[in-house]
Protein backbone atom coordinates (compact mmCIF):
# COMPACT_ATOMS: atom_id res chain seq x y z
CA UNK A 1 0.00 0.00 0.00
CA UNK A 2 2.70 2.12 0.65
CA UNK A 3 3.69 2.29 -3.26
CA UNK A 4 0.15 2.99 -3.48
CA UNK A 5 0.04 6.48 -1.54
CA UNK A 6 3.59 7.22 -3.62
CA UNK A 7 1.62 7.13 -6.93
CA UNK A 8 -1.26 8.79 -5.33
CA UNK A 9 0.90 11.47 -4.05
CA UNK A 10 2.99 11.39 -6.98
CA UNK A 11 5.60 11.47 -4.50
CA UNK A 12 8.85 9.83 -6.54
CA UNK A 13 11.32 10.90 -3.34
CA UNK A 14 8.91 8.37 -1.60
CA UNK A 15 8.67 5.71 -3.81
CA UNK A 16 12.57 5.85 -4.19
CA UNK A 17 12.85 5.34 -0.23
CA UNK A 18 10.42 2.67 -0.16
CA UNK A 19 12.31 0.80 -2.98
CA UNK A 20 15.25 1.03 -1.39
CA UNK A 21 13.97 -0.19 1.70
CA UNK A 22 12.43 -3.11 -0.83
CA UNK A 23 15.85 -4.00 -1.78
CA UNK A 24 17.88 -4.20 1.43
CA UNK A 25 18.43 -7.95 2.45
CA UNK A 26 15.81 -10.34 1.75
CA UNK A 27 12.84 -8.00 2.35
CA UNK A 28 11.39 -8.62 -1.54
CA UNK A 29 11.08 -12.23 -0.07
CA UNK A 30 8.07 -10.78 1.82
CA UNK A 31 6.04 -10.32 -1.44
CA UNK A 32 4.30 -13.08 -3.73
CA UNK A 33 5.53 -13.23 -7.22
CA UNK A 34 1.93 -11.19 -8.06
CA UNK A 35 2.58 -8.18 -5.69
CA UNK A 36 6.43 -8.36 -6.77
CA UNK A 37 4.97 -7.57 -10.31
CA UNK A 38 2.43 -5.63 -9.16
CA UNK A 39 4.85 -3.64 -6.87
CA UNK A 40 7.10 -3.30 -10.05
CA UNK A 41 4.59 -2.31 -12.56
CA UNK A 42 2.88 0.83 -10.15
CA UNK A 43 6.90 1.82 -9.75
CA UNK A 44 7.78 1.87 -13.05
CA UNK A 45 4.58 3.98 -13.73
CA UNK A 46 5.19 6.22 -11.15
CA UNK A 47 8.58 6.92 -13.09
CA UNK A 48 7.19 7.25 -16.29
CA UNK A 49 5.09 9.94 -14.99
CA UNK A 50 7.76 12.22 -12.98
CA UNK A 51 11.37 11.13 -14.10
CA UNK A 52 13.45 12.14 -16.90
CA UNK A 53 13.38 9.56 -20.04
CA UNK A 54 16.93 8.65 -19.50
CA UNK A 55 16.04 7.44 -16.49
CA UNK A 56 13.09 5.55 -17.16
CA UNK A 57 14.40 3.80 -19.85
CA UNK A 58 17.36 2.96 -17.67
CA UNK A 59 15.47 1.13 -15.27
CA UNK A 60 13.02 -0.48 -18.08
CA UNK A 61 16.43 -1.91 -19.34
CA UNK A 62 17.33 -2.97 -15.85
CA UNK A 63 13.85 -4.56 -14.53
CA UNK A 64 11.68 -5.27 -17.39
CA UNK A 65 11.48 -9.11 -17.85
CA UNK A 66 14.47 -9.38 -14.96
CA UNK A 67 11.91 -8.21 -12.18
CA UNK A 68 8.80 -7.31 -13.57
CA UNK A 69 7.00 -8.49 -16.90
CA UNK A 70 5.73 -4.90 -18.27
CA UNK A 71 1.71 -4.72 -18.16
CA UNK A 72 -0.35 -3.07 -21.18
CA UNK A 73 -0.15 -0.01 -19.13
CA UNK A 74 3.62 -0.01 -18.90
CA UNK A 75 3.87 -0.42 -22.27
CA UNK A 76 1.71 3.30 -22.73
CA UNK A 77 2.95 5.10 -19.69
CA UNK A 78 6.28 4.31 -21.52
CA UNK A 79 5.44 5.65 -24.84
CA UNK A 80 3.91 8.62 -23.61
CA UNK A 81 6.99 9.20 -21.60
CA UNK A 82 8.92 8.90 -25.25
CA UNK A 83 6.63 10.75 -27.01
CA UNK A 84 6.74 13.39 -23.82
CA UNK A 85 10.53 13.92 -24.04
CA UNK A 86 10.34 13.41 -28.48
CA UNK A 87 11.98 10.51 -28.01
CA UNK A 88 9.87 7.89 -30.64
CA UNK A 89 13.19 6.81 -32.61
CA UNK A 90 14.03 4.97 -29.04
CA UNK A 91 10.84 2.79 -29.83
CA UNK A 92 12.35 -0.31 -32.04
CA UNK A 93 15.06 -0.33 -28.54
CA UNK A 94 12.58 -1.10 -25.97
CA UNK A 95 10.24 -3.39 -28.18
Known sequence: TGLL?????K??????????????????KFLDVDRLNGYWSKFFSLLCMMEQIEVVLKWYKETSS?????TPKNILDLLQALDAANQL???????
Request: glycine share 2%.
Open 11 to 28: DIKLAYQLNKALEKGDNW
Open 89 to 95: EVIPSVW
Open 5 to 9: QCCDL
Open 66 to 70: SLFYP
